[in-house]
Structure formats: structure tokens, C-alpha cells
């Protein structure tokens, strides 16, 4: 990536649109309710053959103070100053508002590279606030129509020179390293984490949980917009990460609330962002609030995890404020082992994300969870396993019919997945399905992870399958017959 661009305005001027485009998909969620866009939002850009680093910023505020709004401008500033060029998005169709001249005046005292882009400029209505735009004292600006892809061309002409500076700049500064490409995975194990491909981590849980506050203490900054409000995040934003060593993205997500109270499109919306950050994810952390844990909507959401087939760590936050730790955490125990019996054995944390008390231990956690997602068990092994198991305790024979279990391999990792060959799988309860799961966890060291088991038909080859044979009457009749015959010829 060759050079930054920060992309900041008023709300609702269709920064997130412009964002999408030069991503080439709908990272950031849209909406025509003004603010929908809270935290700093990166991807990556191609424009041409350009190829950047995008911010997508919240909407920029007239406020100074510790509101919502106050730090979503603070937060708005930081990356005006991080960034190499801004885009001033400005709406063409509303014109310039005294809002937009205050932060023409700022973006001129923070950043030496601003472009102005008058948006939503397609039609002759867009032609007055385009020249209104000049005023703004920022160069010629550049008409824009997000929506539909125009002005594209001219906005690739206006970053080509600054693209060009910035790589001779960063071809120069770059420093001379031997990179040792060999990769030293053992054959079967998992994936070691890499700058290029990090391990995709996903914070879920209900709304005011801290999990921004958790990301920012795991990344050592205020990245990600936070506050005693609840439902802050809106958008599952991802961000890079060095987690005590281990290359990490981390997917911060909407806080998730029972169903039937999310009625607002803007939270639907948030929510389904934060379902298809799960999906992504390698290792989803479940984080609780301390104070409430285990209520009903934590529970969802373990389930949640589980069903889509991630490694799962629980964590409780806000552990700083608790005072008898140990009876605490003795009843935390024994309310997940209850309430959470399909992830029986997965880690549990306790950590304050105020502090950064308790971080390690949930690294830690991760790369197990992560370790056991991967596990991979031989087939002479699983055989020799599960004729001990059915030795021990053998299938029911329902109706009579005795059930075998011929075979059984592992077919997949991420998460662990084993078909058993048997001769009745339609007729094997699911009783004995949890019986064979509990002992893979217990004797092949997979606690907490998600285990499929599949039981398939093996139906022996018949010889005789095709083969026409006398019923026994007739067979009867037949011999019967025969022995007549032979007694009148005698």
C-alpha cells in the first residue's frame, strides 16, 4: 500500500458509500439515518492501479466536550493526523453549511494533503453547491456521485501525483532485511499465525460488555470509539494486532440483544455485521459482564459460536470490581459447566479490560482453543479408540436389530468433524452420539471445541442380491413333485 486516505465530513454526506466503492464491497454499514458511522473503519483501496489504505471516519461534529459526539470527533481528528491525505467529502445537493467551514479551517491546520469531493453531484440540482465548494479555499474540488461510480476517474488523476511521492518516499525509508520465507509448520498441524494471514479473532456479547475497551488494551491504543453507553459499536470493525507476539485481527462487533427487543433497522443491521464477523473468525471470545453473567442473551450467544462451528473462549470482564474473587470465580465455574454443556471444557478467563488485568491468560486460551480447532487424530487410532468404546458400553439393538459401527475417520479440521460407518445409522439414538462426543474430548484432549459426528449407512454387497430363488412353498411343491416322478419310473 502506497499511501493513506482519511475520508471525513458532516454525516451524512455519503462517506461510507465512497468508502464501499473503493473497497469494491459493503464493508461499512449505510443507512440514510445521519451517524450510522462511530469507530475508524480501514481497507483496502483500489482506484485504477492504485492500490491504498482507506479510512472511513464518523461524521465531524461542532462539539468539543466528553459527549458521544465530542470523542467520535476526537477520534475523527486522529486519523486526519495519521493519514498521508484526506478526502473532505462536502454534499453537493445541500451546499456548504458554516459546519463545513469549520472543518475546512482545521483540516487545513492538521493535514498539508486535502482533497475536496463534492458528493452526490450527479444532475444539474448538484451544479450550485459544486461551485459553492471553491469557497472552502481547499483547491478545485472533485465531483463525486458515490452512489453510482461517477467522477472516479477524476479523483484516480488527483491522487496519481501524491501516490507517486509517497512510494519514492517510502522506497527511500525502507530499510534493508534478509526475509526468511520457509515456513515451519509441522505436516498436520495448525496454521501458524503470519502478518500475511493473522489468526481472525471475534469479540461478541451484549451491548456495554467492554469488548472496544478489551481491543483497545490488547492493541495499546484508543483505536475503537468507547463510553458508558451502551451500544456504542455499530459496525464489526477489524483491527490488526501483535497480541503478545502472535499476528491477531480482531473483530470488534455490535453488542447483541434478545430479538425481540432490536426493532430499529440500524441495529438489524449491526447485529447481522457482528453475525458475519463470527463466521470469518477462527476463535470467537464470548465476553461477559462480570456483575450479570450467563444471562439468557450470553447464553445465545455461546450457542450462537458454537453452532457455526468456531473455537469459543469465555471471558469475564470488569474483573477489577469484584471483591471475593475466589467464591466469584468458584460460581462462575459451576454456572458455565451447567448452562454451557456442548462447550464443556472450554476456557474460561477472567480479565478487566480497564487494567489489562488477565490479558495473558486470555492469549493463552485463545491459542489452545485455537490448537484444539485444529486437531487432527489418525484413523488407526480412532478405530482402536472406538472398538474400546463400543466394548465398554455397546449400540442398543433397537427392535431387535443389532447395531455395528464398523469404522470411523476424521474427515475435517476447523472445526474436528469423524463419520462412523455403521450398518443402522438411521436407528442409533442420540444418546449414543453424546456418549462417543464425551469421550473424544475426554481421552483425545478436545475440551470446549465443536465436534461434528456423522453416522452413515454400510450396507454389505448381497451376493444373491439379484438372484431369483424358489419361495418355500414352492420349493416344497417342487420336491414333492420330483419324488414322485422318480417313484413312477422306478
Known amino acids: ?47 485504477g492501479d492504485l492500490r491504498f489504505t482507506v479510512i472511513d471516519s464518523a461524521g465531524l461534529e461542532d ?162 470509539l468507547t463510553g458508558p453507553e451502551a451500544g456504542i459499536t455499530r459496525d464489526a470493525i477489524s483491527v490488526p494486532a501483535n497480541f503478545m507476539g502472535t499476528p491477531m485481527r480482531i473483530f470488534d462487533t455490535a453488542g447483541m440483544r434478545k430479538k425481540a427487543r432490536v426493532v430499529e433497522k440500524l441495529e438489524k443491521l449491526s447485529v447481522s455485521d457482528g453475525i458475519r464477523a463470527v463466521r470469518f473468525a477462527e476463535v470467537v471470545v464470548v465476553l461477559l459482564d462480570v456483575e450479570v453473567p450467563f444471562e439468557q442473551q450470553d447464553l445465545r450467544i455461546a450457542d450462537f459460536a458454537e453452532t457455526e462451528g468456531r473455537a469459543v473462549v469465555v471471558a469475564a470482564n470488569k474483573w477489577d470490581l469484584e471483591e471475593d474473587k475466589t467464591e466469584k470465580l468458584k460460581a462462575l465455574r459451576e454456572a458455565f459447566e451447567r ?51 463400543t466394548e465398554a458400553h455397546p449400540p442398543p439393538a433397537p427392535g431387535g436389530r443389532r447395531i455395528k459401527l464398523r469404522y470411523m475417520t476424521q474427515v475435517k479440521t476447523r472445526p474436528p468433524a469423524f463419520v462412523v460407518m455403521t450398518n443402522h445409522a438411521d436407528l442409533l439414538p442420540e444418546s449414543y452420539s453424546r456418549y462417543l462426543v464425551n469421550g473424544l474430548r475426554a481421552d483425545f484432549d478436545m475440551p470446549g471445541t465443536p465436534i461434528r459426528l456423522t453416522f452413515r449407512s454400510h450396507a454389505e454387497k448381497n451376493p444373491y442380491k439379484d438372484q431369483k430363488f424358489h419361495t418355500p412353498s414352492r420349493l416344497r411343491k417342487h420336491t414333492e413333485g420330483k419324488a414322485r416322478e422318480d417313484y413312477r419310473k422306478r
Request: glycine share 8%; proline share 4%; charged share 30%.
Open 339 to 389: 448452562l454451557l454443556p456442548q462447550l464443556r471444557g472450554a476456557p474460561m478467563v477472567t480479565v478487566s479490560a480497564k487494567t489489562g488485568k488477565g490479558l495473558d491468560r486470555l492469549h493463552d486460551a485463545i491459542m489452545k482453543a485455537y490448537d484444539v480447532w485444529n486437531r487432527r487424530i489418525s484413523t488407526a487410532r480412532l478405530n482402536q479408540w472406538l472398538g474400546a468404546m
Open 63 to 224: 462539539v468539543t466536550d466528553d459527549s458521544l459526539q465530542g470523542r467520535m470527533r476526537r477520534l475523527t481528528e486522529r486519523a486526519v493526523e495519521m493519514a498521508d491525505i484526506c478526502l473532505f467529502v462536502v454534499d453537493a445537493r445541500a451546499g456548504i453549511t458554516a459546519t463545513d467551514r469549520v472543518f475546512a479551517e482545521i483540516l487545513r491546520r492538521k493535514n498539508a494533503h486535502v482533497i475536496v469531493a463534492a458528493n452526490k453531484a450527479e444532475g444539474k440540482l448538484a451544479d450550485a453547491g459544486v461551485m459553492e465548494a471553491y469557497e472552502l479555499g481547499l483547491g478545485e474540488p472533485v465531483r463525486l456521485s458515490a452512489e453510482h461510480g461517477e467522477g472516479m476517474d477524476e479523483l484516480y488523476h488527483l491522487l496519481r501525483p501524491h501516490a507517486d511521492a509517497f512510494a519514492e518516499r517510502a522506497a527511500l525509508d525502507a530499510p534493508e532485511v534478509d526475509v526468511d520465507v520457509t515456513d515451519g509448520d509441522e505436516e498436520g498441524g495448525p496454521r501458524m499465525p503470519t502478518l500475511e494471514r493473522p489468526l481472525q479473532i471475534a469479540v461478541i456479547g451484549r451491548p456495554n460488555a467492554g469488548k472496544s475497551t478489551l481491543i483497545n488494551k490488547i492493541i495499546g491504543e484508543e483505536r475503537l
Open 1 to 47: 500500500m502506497s499511501f493513506t486516505l482519511a475520508i471525513v465530513g458532516r454525516p451524512n454526506v455519503g462517506k461510507s458509500t465512497l468508502f464501499n466503492r473503493l473497497v469494491g464491497r459493503k464493508l461499512a454499514l449505510v443507512d440514510d439515518t445521519p451517524g450510522v458511522t462511530r469507530d475508524l473503519r480501514e481497507g483496502d483501496a483500489k482506484l
